[in-house]
């Protein structure tokens, strides 16, 4: 059987990416394009200028994706993009452009949630029988969830004040170390003491599979202020940068061992295993917790490589294959979700 080719589009956040991928897990082109120096002067994202630089930009990096692909319109069996959640304006812009597309070539249109696609992004590397257990750790979003099947979600646990990459952003910020801020915290901390400062792990040791990170950030705060001198010194921030991340990273094992344990007593019959999407899971200090977690708890872990596990658009079109596998696809009256569950199957409202 030929394979099934997918264009996927990502605009909710501020990359511009598009993707062709197979339905035989090959990645024929993934293009993503950051906006980086858009936002720089901003210190974060600016909605505005993200949906411009979309708007901009997306013709050209979809025309970049079907050539590097090396396929035409004509061959494609659907265009996914991520309808949400996200920046509306950046959401909009995504999926007017699939639905044109889809419209002029006769194709069905998917429209992706963006939690899904990273939910989904271990199928495309290791592929992975369900259920499975996720730790979702992004920009919006920290959560652990098992994954059932696609669109099945089931949430373990959830942060009760900040997201964890909003955590790295913001503590990146209060540094000094620049933009955008998981990256350039994880370099700075490379070379840092991460024994240093001993700052709170919030929720640590309790039952549940909560986060929260809102006390850590303020920890940091604290400490700098204490520390002599008007200005942070290169050699403080970087040692605050290191006791953070081996502080968050505590964090995330304490909670991912809850979770395990929940995992196992609801899946008796599945081998256990735990995958960790979202930006922050290119952390490689993360990476190594959460490998060390799983070695103690004969547990497999799946981490996308870094560069699937920022935004990207073949998780997009590798969600796409996976609902034209069980035959669902979306009308061209689909409107952008600024927020999306991804357990709203379950009843979750908010
Ligand atoms: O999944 P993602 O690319 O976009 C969202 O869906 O939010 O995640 C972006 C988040 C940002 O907060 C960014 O600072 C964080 O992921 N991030 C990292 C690293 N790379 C990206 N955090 C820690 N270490 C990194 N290497
Ligand atoms: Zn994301």
Redesign the pocket.
């Known amino acids: 059987m030929l394979p099934m080719y997918i264009l996927g589009i990502e605009t909710?956040?501020d990359?511009t990416a598009a993707a062709v991928v197979a339905d035989d897990r090959r990645i024929l082109s993934n293009v993503v394009l950051s906006q980086l120096d858009e936002h720089r002067p901003y210190g974060g994202v600016v909605p505005e200028i993200a949906a411009r630089a979309h708007l901009d930009h997306l013709d050209g990096i979809i025309g970049q994706a079907m050539d590097e692909a090396g396929i035409g319109f004509d061959a494609l069996d659907g265009i996914a993009a991520t309808g949400g959640p996200?920046l509306i304006g950046g959401v909009m812009v995504g999926v007017m452009t699939a639905k044109a597309i889809a419209a002029v070539h006769s194709l069905p249109f998917l429209a992706i949630n963006?939690l899904e696609g990273?939910a989904l992004s271990a199928r495309l590397t290791d592929a992975p029988d369900f259920p499975y257990l996720l730790l979702l750790v992004?920009?919006?979003?920290c959560q652990l969830l098992a994954v059932e099947g696609v669109g099945d979600y089931v949430r373990l646990g959830g942060t009760i004040d900040d997201?964890i990459?909003?955590a790295?952003?913001k503590t990146a910020k209060l540094l000094g170390l620049g933009y955008?801020?998981?990256?350039v915290?994880?370099t700075a901390a490379v070379s840092g003491d991460p024994n240093r400062f001993a700052l709170p792990r919030p929720l640590a040791h309790r039952p549940g599979c909560d986060f929260s990170f809102s006390g850590l950030k303020t920890a940091v705060r604290h400490a700098a202020a204490k520390l002599p001198g008007k200005t942070l010194s290169p050699g403080d921030a970087i040692d605050l940068a290191a006791s953070f991340q081996a502080t968050v990273g505590d964090i995330l094992v304490d909670r991912c061992r809850n979770a395990l344990e929940s995992y196992v007593q609801a899946y008796p019959d599945a081998a256990p295993l735990l995958v960790a999407a979202?930006?922050?899971a290119?952390?490689?200090h993360?990476r190594n917790c959460l490998s060390e977690l799983c070695e103690n708890r004969q547990a497999r872990l799946i981490i996308p490589p870094?560069e699937l596990?920022?935004?990207n658009a073949a998780m997009i079109a590798w969600a796409g294959i996976e609902h034209l596998h069980n035959g669902t696809s979306d009308g061209l009256d689909f409107a952008p979700r600024p927020r999306w569950p991804l357990d709203e199957s379950r009843g979750t409202t908010a």
């Not at 992004?138 to 979003?141: A, K, Q």
């Open positions: 909710s956040c990359e996200g963006h990273h992004s920009g919006g979003h997201a990459g909003e790295f952003d955008p801020g998981g990256p915290l994880e979202g930006g922050v290119a952390n490689q993360l870094p596990c920022t935004d």
